[in-house]
């Protein structure tokens, strides 16, 4: 029907006019060309409102090579009337628009007659009976964006229609229920969040939250920070509720559950380089120390197989290395919420099968409510199928800074990373820049989050759910050194046991006299005494096998024929690494000291210095 109107329509045109017509004309082809239809737009010509002499009457800069852009309706609307126009891309007001300006630049002059199948006398007197500006056609325009606003919003009225009582019996009972945000960016995701680890920990602990998670774009840079910093504050809660009560305060400190977790792109073939796909943004919690292996994993494949324009990862990369991790379907660019805006529900459908199927119980369908018209579109969709396919929701807030008075600090971040400017106006295109749609990714109090998200207690009860799927775990050890193949005469049977060391002190002592023998014409007291003093040194240090680690490759580097430097550094003053043959200078000739190098009353890993060729 409506194929047949337009076809009706066409027979009557003479002419093709549009703003940047090019790509409606070739959807419309397809569009003709599925039906089986003959194309008869070929044979029109196009007068199109969206060219370079449009754009040099505008001189609007920004434009490839150093050339003016192509105006917009908008910016055209604007350069003709001076007045803006407000009801951009709304249909009606759309068609109202281009054929507004197409007119006022022919009354202007900026069609050639040859353009316009006329004669140059036609052109006059088009100007000489049009005197002053052209006016608006009177189109009656419908707001469908705002008539679909206010459907949507009276869908979710008859679905939701909670009394003032019940919303505030939700909010009393959310009391009992802690606040925990899981979807947060710190200063490890470069250049896009203001967040300083430290503060992430400080803001979770002034508001009483039990746990909190990390969840950079991509990376886990900052995983061990964060731990580290979690088990810094939770080893003062103690200490702090002492003196909180000594001030006659509440001990209204609590101990803090860290979430090591990241924000994935995962496109669609994470090796292909020749599309660019940025994929959706999804998030991944470890429940334990095994996840964030997991995450680690994927992290480093994300950077080293998949980068391209992001690292990314695909869904082979997941289901190999899913085992306990939570996943949150993401912000409005994650697989879900995306396909629900931009594809169909049907196909956002089909999307949460499969991370319902990976991932079971452990999917978490994420909304978020930062106040934004998309966003509220989506969530009416998510809520339906979360209910519809058993997934629970969790509430979220999409985190860059820690205070709303900190979002322009962090557009300035944004412009910094763009290389914009703070004065472009934030959209898509040319002539706009990226910047977040509002001040409301920041990290909200539990009160303000209850408050956003009273109407769907659910969703802040099931935050408690995830948080005890959380095994703490620690990321700092001691340093892992390869272990060294010694010869089974050197070896203690005692070090299978406990993992002692004292097969590798005793070759290591073995070689070390060894090595003496070629340096020193005649191994003195004053030698045996220092090599003696360094060897307990060493022992006490717990690391013999980083000498003869490092003893074993430069032996084989100068075998091969590399060169190695004569040694540098506080490593010059040991005489065990002289005669190991690490380094060539003799600290006994010279005066060296080996306490600048390991000092038996400081315990520390030794560095060496080493140079190559």
């Known amino acids: 029907m409506v194929t047949q ?111 316009l199948n006329a004669s140059p006398a036609y052109l006059k007197e088009f100007a000489r009976s049009h005197p002053e500006p052209f006016g608006l056609v009177g189109l009656e325009h419908i707001n469908f964006k705002e008539a679909s606003r206010k459907i949507r919003e009276q869908i979710t009225q008859d679905e939701r229609d909670l009394s003032h009582q019940e919303l505030a019996e939700n909010i009393a009972a959310l009391e009992d229920y802690p606040y925990v945000h899981l979807h947060n960016h710190s200063q490890f995701s470069v250049l896009q969040s203001t967040i300083r680890i430290k503060d992430l920990v400080q803001q979770t602990a002034e508001y009483g939250m039990p746990a909190v998670a990390l969840t950079d774009h991509a990376n886990m840079m900052g995983a061990f920070h964060f731990v580290k910093e979690v088990k810094a504050y939770n080893n003062s809660v103690e200490e702090r509720n002492r003196k909180a009560k000594e001030n006659g305060e509440e001990a209204r400190w609590k101990p803090i559950t860290p979430i090591i977790g990241c924000e994935f792109h995962v496109c669609e073939d994470h090796s292909n380089k020749n599309v660019k796909d940025y994929g959706y943004q999804i998030v991944f919690l470890a429940k334990n120390k095994k996840g964030y292996h997991n995450l680690a994993k994927m992290s480093s494949l994300a950077y080293t197989d998949g980068f391209y324009y992001v690292p990314r990862i695909d869904k082979n990369i997941i289901a190999r290395y899913k085992d306990d991790l939570i996943v949150l379907t993401g912000n409005l660019y994650g697989e879900v919420p995306s396909k629900i805006l931009n594809q169909g529900e049907k196909q956002a459908e089909e999307a949460l099968l499969w991370w319902k199927e990976q991932f079971g119980d452990d999917l978490y369908m994420e909304i978020m409510r930062h106040g934004q018209e998309d966003e509220d579109r989506a969530n009416t969709a998510l809520i339906a199928l979360a209910q519809k396919h058993n997934v629970k929701l969790v509430a979220t807030n999409n985190t860059y800074y820690c205070a709303k008075e900190d979002a322009n600090a962090h557009d300035i971040l944004l412009c910094v990373k763009d290389g914009e400017k703070q004065a472009t106006p934030i959209g898509r295109g040319r002539g706009y820049r990226y910047g977040l749609p509002n001040q409301e990714y920041y990290f909200k109090s539990p009160a303000a989050m209850k408050a956003l998200f009273k109407d769907l207690p659910e969703s802040i009860q099931n935050l408690k759910e995830v948080v005890d799927k959380i095994e703490a775990f620690d990321l700092a050890r001691d340093v892992l050194l390869p272990q060294f193949e010694i010869p089974d005469e050197f070896k203690v049977a005692e070090d299978e046991q406990d993992g002692g060391k004292r097969g590798e002190n005793n070759y290591l002592r073995h070689i070390t006299f060894e090595g003496a023998k070629n340096r020193y014409e005649t191994v003195t007291d004053e030698i045996r005494e220092r090599i003696d003093f360094e060897l307990a040194t060493i022992e006490n240090s717990g690391y013999p096998g980083y000498f003869l680690i490092v003893e074993d490759f430069i032996r084989e580097a100068r075998n091969m024929g590399v060169s190695v430097g004569p040694g540098r550094g506080s490593a010059a003053g040991s005489v065990v690494a002289y005669c190991l043959g690490i380094t060539n200078i003799d600290p006994l000739e010279y005066d060296l000291l080996f306490e600048r190098f390991l000092n038996p009353d400081r315990v520390s890993m030794p560095d060496i210095d080493i140079d190559f060729d």
């Open 5 to 115: 109107r337009f076809r009706e329509v066409l027979k009557k045109a003479k002419f093709i006019v549009g703003q940047n017509v090019g790509f409606d004309i070739n959807i419309m082809g397809a569009e003709l060309l599925r039906q089986g239809i003959a194309n008869e737009m070929e044979p029109l010509p196009v007068l199109d409102t969206c060219t370079e002499d449009t754009a040099q009457l505008c001189q609007i800069p920004g434009g490839r090579g150093g050339k003016f852009k192509l105006p917009t309706l908008s910016e055209l609307h604007e350069f003709l009337f001076d007045e803006p126009f407000v009801e951009a891309h709304n249909a009606t007001a759309d068609v109202e628009a281009t054929a507004r300006c197409f007119f006022e630049l022919i009354r202007q002059g900026k069609f050639s007659p040859a353009q």
